[in-house]
């Protein structure tokens, strides 16, 4: 998380997202008087505190294209002490966000965030740069990826001429005003992982990121044009479906396979949307009225975690404690009971961008509503953390809802889980 980055389907809460289409309403649990701090479960010392810094469409850094390389690292470097003055531990930086490159890459331009221009040189590497100052702050540094996502537009006369996309354009699908790599192909699956291990020989990276773009989330009136690559490579399979979450996994499996073979203990997570199924449409699925990633975006992310794929998983549960399309208080279980018994870690996406967003519902308005959702969490052993969108937000703070936090929770340091 319209966003550009990943959340622009949370941002609108469930109104697009519901079963029926219509907004969902607010506020049908009692969410009772945030607890004195005394109160509160005492915290781990070893738990996830992190932080996404987004930079597709300049979100969270660089402010704006063209700075200079000194004033780019200035604002990087003060990003970072940002996360160590609350108290957390990790930094989720977004290093490929639409097919492009944050480090000098051999497979990929640089990106156009830093510059203004797609291919040109900053002058500096900022992913060595912040892996470096991270560590020497204490904090881990998780590369975040987008794996298939090549635009944020749909021209590809716009991408710089020596993009692959322009080399290859039978691995591109313009859908809904962007550009895709379609991950129906085997050499595109291939390429978009040579693409990121890159950084990972490269650089000493905690962990590889990936968000819940997959497929694209779907638009009314328009369709995700794969026939060729469906009817070329999906014969064994019972329906489109099917064939497209095979896809997934696939990259999955294959993505994890090859971190442990280019640098043993780097990490693999993935932020997915927060639903897998809903209970309506599958008896193991949640209490939930929304948006299936399952079906959706043909992302099967309890599957992920039951078979151990992945190292942790984030699902974003960008909703307030009440809200009936899809309560918090409802979803941090099934989270729970999905992670219990599995070695994949369980850390939870926080939508601290809504606190105090007036186009947000009344929960959102109030400071406390996060601390309710650690507090709540901290009830169930397999939660290992939080991660809160975004760094834009945390320098806000437009209602003191982080700095709640910190204080409820976050009064002593935490190591993150390893």
Not at 120 to 136: C, F, K, M, S
Not at 305 to 324: A, C, H, K, M, T
């Amino acid at each position: 998380m319209g966003r550009l980055t990943r959340r622009a389907f949370a941002l609108a809460a469930l109104s697009a997202f519901t079963t029926t289409g219509a907004a969902a309403p607010h506020g049908e649990h009692p969410r009772g008087a945030a607890a004195p701090l005394g109160e509160h479960p005492r915290r781990a010392t070893t738990e996830m505190r992190g932080l996404w810094l987004a930079t597709v469409a300049n979100r969270d850094w660089p402010s704006r294209p063209g700075l200079s390389a000194e004033q780019q690292r200035a604002e990087l470097i003060d990003r970072l002490d940002l996360a160590v003055r609350n108290r957390l531990n990790t930094v989720i930086f977004q290093v490929r966000p639409t097919a492009d490159a944050l480090w000098p890459s051999p497979y990929e331009p640089w990106s156009q965030v830093l510059t203004g221009i797609q291919g040109r040189a900053p002058g500096w590497d900022p992913l060595g740069t912040a892996v470096a100052e991270a560590h020497a702050r204490g904090l881990q540094l998780h590369a975040w990826f987008n794996p298939y996502r090549v635009a944020i537009h749909d021209d590809p006369t716009r991408l710089v001429a020596s993009h692959p996309a322009r080399r290859h354009p039978d691995w591109v699908v313009p859908y809904a005003g962007k550009l895709y790599y379609n991950p129906g192909l085997p050499e595109v699956r291939a390429f978009v992982q040579d693409a990121m291990l890159d950084a990972v020989r490269a650089y000493p990276v905690d962990a590889v990121h990936f968000d819940d773009y997959f497929y694209p989330y779907p638009v009314a009136g328009q369709t995700f044009d794969d026939d060729a690559a469906y009817d070329r490579y999906g014969g064994a399979f019972p329906n489109r479906a099917a064939w497209r979450r095979d896809n997934i996994d696939r990259l999955v499996r294959e993505t994890a396979a090859r971190i442990r073979a280019v640098r043993p203990g780097t990490q693999f997570g993935i932020s997915p949307f927060g639903v897998w199924r809903n209970a309506a449409t599958d008896p193991r699925g949640s209490d939930t009225q929304a948006l299936q990633s399952y079906d959706a975006i043909h992302a099967d992310t309890r599957k992920w975690v039951r078979e151990e794929w992945i190292d942790y998983i984030v699902p974003q549960l960008y909703w307030n404690i009440g809200l009936s399309a899809a309560d918090y208080a409802r979803l941090v279980p099934w989270w729970a009971e999905v992670a219990r018994g599995s070695r994949t870690k369980l850390y939870l996406g926080e939508a601290l961008y809504k606190a105090g967003d007036p186009a947000q519902p009344a929960a959102w308005q109030d400071p406390a509503e996060l601390s309710r959702h650690l507090t709540l969490a901290a009830g169930h052993p397999e939660v290992r953390g939080h991660v809160f969108f975004a760094a834009k937000d945390v320098t806000a703070d437009r209602i003191g809802a982080m700095a709640r936090v910190v204080a409820d929770h976050y009064q002593r340091p935490a190591s993150p889980p390893r």
